[in-house]
T-cell receptor
Framework: DQQVKQNSPSLSVQEGRISILNCDYTNSMFDYFLWYKKYPAEGPTFLIS???IKDKNEDGRFTVFLNKSAKHLSLHIVPSQPGDSAVYFCAAHDNAGNNRKLIWGLGTSLAVNP | NAGVTQTPKFQVLKTGQSMTLQCAQD?????MYWYRQDPGMGLRLIYYSASEGTTDKGEVPNGYNVSRLNKREFSLRLESAAPSQTSVYFCASSVGMGSGSINEQFFGPGTRLTVL
């Protein structure tokens, strides 16, 4: 069963508007969450992260919000640009055991239309 | 710095053939990973190496073997390729997998493998 869920496979927004990508998780022991961005024919690249002890982290146009009680996080991109068109993966730190792996969502494909 | 490099970029195999995917990183990272990405399946961990000299199975290890050759290099071997192994394979590395640090992983560009 998926521990990290991105329920929207795709999202389309207009340039200049806000993009909101959502991610839900089931394991309350996750202590860090990361967002990665992936362009076609390239490997994923790290975008932004948030610790489970915070509820917001901001980096330029990108802000991640964490709602621990709802086990939900979201990535906001404001304003959206055509170059933001990519697949976005949510990942969580599995804090169990000595080797802490990343648990990945299936991704959301974002299209920003000019 | 080249980051994480992978060879080859593309490969076509026939069922039953073997091959090795190569991965190297120049960031002095301790941990390395092999993932596969299939449509609608996200990234699935095949094997990982927490540190030089150690390797462990991930989520989908069947049909694969790995070798952590040294701190820089981590190879993935398909002994007898099957059509189900058609996928895009990504190698990644990170500073470490221990507690107290963010396991931010850096990815290579991927190898697109087709097994006929």
């Amino acid at each position: 069963d998926q521990q990290v869920k991105q329920n929207s496979p795709s999202l389309s927004v207009q340039e200049g508007r806000i993009s909101i990508l959502n991610c839900d998780y089931t394991n309350s022991m996750f202590d860090y969450f990361l967002w990665y961005k992936k362009y076609p024919a390239e490997g994923p690249t790290f975008l932004i992260s948030i610790s489970s002890i915070k509820d917001k982290n901001e980096d330029g146009r990108f802000t991640v919000f964490l709602n621990k009680s709802a086990k939900h996080l979201s990535l906001h991109i404001v304003p959206s640009q055509p170059g933001d068109s990519a697949v976005y993966f949510c990942a969580a730190h599995d804090n169990a055991g000595n080797n802490r792996k990343l648990i990945w969502g299936l991704g959301t494909s974002l299209a920003v239309n000019p | 710095n080249a980051g994480v490099t992978q060879t080859p970029k593309f490969q076509v195999l026939k069922t039953g053939q073997s091959m090795t995917l190569q991965c190297a990183q120049d960031m002095n990272h301790n941990s390395m990973y092999w993932y596969r990405q299939d449509p609608g399946m996200g990234l699935r961990l095949i094997y990982y190496s927490a540190s030089e000299g150690t390797t462990d199975k991930g989520e989908v290890p069947n049909g694969y073997n790995v070798s952590r050759l040294n701190k820089r290099e981590f190879s993935l071997r398909l002994e007898s390729a099957a059509p189900s192994q058609t996928s895009v394979y990504f190698c990644a590395s990170s500073v470490g997998m221990g507690s107290g640090s963010i396991n931010e992983q850096f990815f290579g560009p991927g190898t697109r493998l087709t097994v006929l």
